[in-house]
Every structure is written in structure tokens, then in C-alpha cells.
């Protein structure tokens, strides 16, 4: 009688099982950049359209609730609410953009030199960098806009001080990496110059990291912004910013809620749509999230 034979399981055998790669872009990732596209169309809208002016005053449309008329209601002094979100959608997100943007290119060029150059100008430029970092960058922002005073461009400055530390932090940690490679150590062996090699070379092997910190950033400055406008020392009114209009919603909370609702609705909006396409991009471009 011949013996059947024998199956071998599949879980014992040194079979290598290959992975799928994972799809890109993903479903947060996706989500993260629909809800942003929209904002952002929603602030290139305001700058051609509202349905009202902003800052037309109307005492007898006061604390309208939202109806066909106002969509989202109005405010104390009769101000279309939606008409308001779209500009303070403008320049909220313009804020955050300018103070990441100066933030960046500070930071880059601080951590590039301390990074690459070492020696002395490593530890002069890390001394105050340090020294900054020992603050949080909301205390920072609101020591500055108390001495400079509250405006729109003086809010950037705060804002982009107080960020560029964290910059320059991961700037430096990718340069130091990185100078001793072989392709950099090829680069000063034909001649080329060290203002040559640190931007043709290490600069676009620091895009990656930079760009992770930047989307986080993104969202570290709308907020702050929002925080610094709800505090009032942020953009003046009567301009409109999310922030200072969840501001000015504090007294008619329980009488006008949706002051206070549509504005905070907006925000966390922005938040979620920045965080869920940074947490994408971070998975894509970090090696480690990747393995």
C-alpha cells in the first residue's frame, strides 16, 4: 500500500513573502489635501467675492441667525459672518505661510552654517539658538508683539522668530550627517567652494525633513496665530482673522453662538487638513516610517 504524501505547512518553509507596497497617495493623505484645497480656494475667493462687505456696518441686521439672507448669521454690528470668514481665511492663511516661509529660510541658512563649518561659528550660532529654544514659542511670540505692537506684518516677525530655532535644530542634525559622506568629501577634493557645495550638495539632501517640519509648522503658526489674535495681540480690528473673530464672540457665547461656532469650526478645519497631509508626507519621505 503506497503512503499519501505528506503536506508540508506553508509556515514552515523559508519562503520569503514579499509586501505589497503600500498605495500612495493614502486615504489621509487625500483627505488632508481635499479639506486644504478647499480652504485655500475659499481664501482666493474672498480676495474676488463676498457675498457683503466685510466691514459694512448694519445696526439694524444685528445678531441675525444663519438664514437665506446671511448664510452663516451675523455679528454685533450686522457684519455678514461668511462674508468675514472668507477674508480672515485669506489672511489667517497668509500669516501662517509667511511666518513658516521666513522661519525656513532663516533657519536653513543658521543650521547650514553652524552645521557645516563646525568649529567656533557652530558654537557661537548654537549658543543663542539654545538660548531661544529655552522659551516656548507662544511666550516668545507674545513677548515680541508686546514690544512691537500688534499688526499684521509684526505678527509674522513674532511668529517667525519663535519658529526658526526648530529649524535650525533639524537643519544642523542633517548637515552634520551629511558632510562627511563621500560625495561631499569628493565635491572639496576638485575645488569647488564651500558656499558651492552646501547648495548644490547638502541643501537638497535637507528637503525632506524640512519639508515634514514645515506642514508641522503650518499648523503651529495658524494656531498661534488664532491664539495671539484671541489674546488680543494679534491683527487689529476691524480686519478679520479667525482668531479675532473668536474673540469678539466671547460676551454673546450663549446669545449668538454661532459667532463663536463658525469661526472654531474653520480652525479646526485647517488643523486637521494640515496634520493628516503632514503625517502623509512624513511616511513618504522619512526611510524609517517607510521600512
Known amino acids: 500500500m503506497s503512503s499519501?504524501?505528506?503536506?508540508?505547512?506553508?509556515?514552515?518553509?523559508?519562503?520569503?513573502?514579499?509586501?505589497?507596497?503600500?498605495?500612495?497617495?493614502p486615504a489621509n493623505a487625500l483627505m488632508g489635501a481635499g479639506l486644504l484645497l478647499v480652504l485655500v480656494l475659499l481664501a482666493l475667493l474672498g480676495v474676488f467675492w463676498t457675498p457683503y462687505d466685510p466691514l459694512r456696518i448694519d445696526l439694524l441686521a444685528r445678531f441675525q441667525a444663519p438664514c437665506a439672507a446671511h448664510w452663516l448669521g451675523t455679528d454685533e454690528f450686522g457684519r455678514d459672518v461668511f462674508s468675514r470668514l472668507l477674508i480672515g481665511a485669506r489672511t489667517s492663511l497668509w500669516i501662517s505661510l509667511l511666518s513658516v516661509s521666513f522661519a525656513v529660510l532663516a533657519g536653513t541658512l543658521i543650521g547650514m552654517l553652524a552645521g557645516y563649518l563646525r568649529g567656533w561659528t557652530d558654537r557661537v550660532l548654537m549658543m543663542f539658538n539654545d538660548a531661544l529654544l529655552a522659551f516656548p514659542g507662544?511666550?516668545?511670540?507674545?513677548?515680541?508683539?508686546?514690544?512691537?505692537?500688534?499688526?499684521?506684518?509684526?505678527?509674522?516677525?513674532?511668529?517667525?522668530?519663535?519658529?526658526?530655532?526648530?529649524?535650525?535644530?533639524?537643519?544642523?542634525g542633517s548637515v552634520m550627517s551629511l558632510r562627511e559622506l563621500e560625495f561631499i568629501e569628493a565635491s572639496r577634493v576638485i575645488g569647488n567652494s564651500e558656499l558651492y557645495t552646501m547648495l548644490r550638495h547638502i541643501a537638497p539632501n535637507c528637503l525632506a525633513p524640512l519639508c515634514v517640519l514645515a506642514t508641522s509648522m503650518f499648523g503651529w503658526a495658524l494656531l498661534?496665530?488664532?491664539?495671539?489674535?484671541?489674546?488680543?495681540?494679534?491683527?487689529?480690528?476691524?480686519?478679520?482673522?479667525?482668531?479675532?473673530?473668536?474673540?469678539?464672540?466671547?460676551?454673546y457665547i450663549a446669545s449668538a453662538s454661532w459667532l463663536g461656532i463658525f469661526p472654531g469650526v474653520f480652525i479646526c478645519l485647517a488643523l486637521l487638513a494640515i496634520n493628516l497631509f503632514g503625517d502623509a508626507l512624513r511616511d513618504r519621505l522619512d526611510p524609517r516610517m517607510r521600512k
Open 4 to 25: 499519501k504524501p505528506s503536506c508540508v505547512p506553508l509556515a514552515t518553509l523559508d519562503v520569503p513573502v514579499r509586501k505589497a507596497p503600500r498605495a500612495w497617495p
Open 138 to 172: 507662544i511666550l516668545m511670540a507674545l513677548g515680541i508683539m508686546a514690544v512691537i505692537g500688534a499688526s499684521q506684518y509684526g505678527i509674522v516677525l513674532a511668529l517667525g522668530i519663535a519658529y526658526t530655532p526648530s529649524v535650525v535644530r533639524v537643519v544642523r
Open 224 to 251: 498661534s496665530e488664532s491664539a495671539l489674535s484671541f489674546l488680543g495681540l494679534g491683527v487689529p480690528p476691524p480686519a478679520a482673522t479667525w482668531g479675532n473673530m473668536l474673540a469678539s464672540s466671547r460676551p
